[in-house]
T-cell receptor
Framework: NAGVTQTPKFQVLKTGQSMTLQCAQDMNHEYMSWYRQDPGMGLRLIHYSVGAGITDQGEVPNGYNVSRSTTEDFPLRLLSAAPSQTSVYFC??????????????????FGPGTRLTVL | AQRVTQPEKLLSVFKGAPVELKCNYSYSGSPELFWYVQYSRQRLQLLLRHISRESIKGFTADLNKGETSFHLKKPFAQEEDSAMYYCALRSGGYQKVTFGTGTKLQVIP
């Protein structure tokens, strides 16, 4: 299993450009989330999804869109990039559909991150 | 609203010294708490969770509901413990996980 994968690893955008950060997981997880990591601010939840077709806003959703058309994929879209969106973005997944251990439901598995710079 | 506070941005200790990374939380319900670790150039990964009451790599953490704390402890620090540590709280809303700002642990040889 590849686990959680993210592409690209690095990206530089100009203000106003749009792009999509890709996230995929092959662990049959129901829950997926996007976080941004900024110095001194830890990880902040942008959007999350509890299943295909269901998404909700996190702590810092403005400027970002998401969709969840399949269980495996959870792309994050920046419609008009701004310098304030310069950050490292992490995708995470959790809650396998079938598991013998209740405690395993809530461990999040993270992707390697995408480092985004907006000029 | 739920909140996780990690008061120390950086904690430097000598090899062999005890380590305590502080985490305090505010949440009106019954929380589920985690410690995640990020080693240099590696992805974030789960270290331990309070419901398991486990010891991982010599680390333990006890949930103290009276003090609303979930401090991470290790009796003897090792160089390979140097990393960024995040305390996290999961509320009843499943994937609404709130992370603290993180503490960088630096173990000095």
């Amino acid at each position: 299993n590849a686990g959680v994968t993210q592409t690209p690893k690095f990206q530089v955008l100009k203000t106003g450009q749009s792009m999509t950060l890709q996230c995929a997981q092959d662990m049959n997880h129901e829950y997926m989330s996007w976080y941004r990591q900024d110095p001194g601010m830890g990880l902040r939840l942008i959007h999350y999804s509890v299943g295909a077709g269901i998404t909700d806003q996190g702590e810092v959703p403005n400027g970002y869109n998401v969709s969840r058309s399949t269980t495996e994929d959870f792309p994050l879209r920046l419609l008009s990039a701004a310098p304030s969106q310069t950050s490292v973005y992490f995708c995470a997944s959790s809650k396998p559909r079938t598991s013998g251990l209740q405690s395993s439901y809530n461990e999040q598995f993270f992707g390697p991150g995408t480092r985004l710079t907006v000029l | 609203a739920q909140r996780v506070t990690q008061p120390e941005k950086l904690l430097s200790v000598f090899k062999g010294a005890p380590v305590e990374l502080k985490c305090n939380y505010s949440y009106s319900g019954s929380p589920e708490l985690f410690w995640y670790v990020q080693y240099s150039r590696q992805r974030l990964q789960l270290l331990l969770r309070h419901i398991s009451r486990e010891s991982i790599k010599g680390f333990t953490a006890d949930l103290n509901k009276g003090e609303t704390s979930f401090h991470l402890k290790k009796p003897f620090a090792q160089e390979e413990d140097s990393a960024m540590y995040y305390c996290a709280l999961r509320s009843g809303g499943y994937q609404k996980v709130t992370f603290g700002t993180g503490t960088k642990l630096q173990v000095i040889p």
